[in-house]
């Protein structure tokens, strides 16, 4: 992949932060740094994944 490979990446984290910066700004949610975290890979899982995502209901915490 070489160049190009390091720029798609580079533009994917981009689209992440983005979206979280958007969030932020906006007051839209308010995110500690585990659901930070989770909201990234969340993020690129569906941003570089080769098929189709699925969605998860999430009915319980992360911290439960």
Known sequence: M???GATFRISIL????MALDHLAKKNIIELDD???AAM????LVVLCSD???QPVV???SLYT
Do not use: D, I
């Open 34 to 36: 585990e659901r930070r």
């Open 51 to 53: 098929r189709h995502t």
């Open 40 to 43: 990234v890979s969340n993020l």
């Open 14 to 17: 981009r689209v992440v932060e």
């Open 58 to 60: 999430n009915t319980g």
């Open 2 to 4: 070489g160049a190009m």
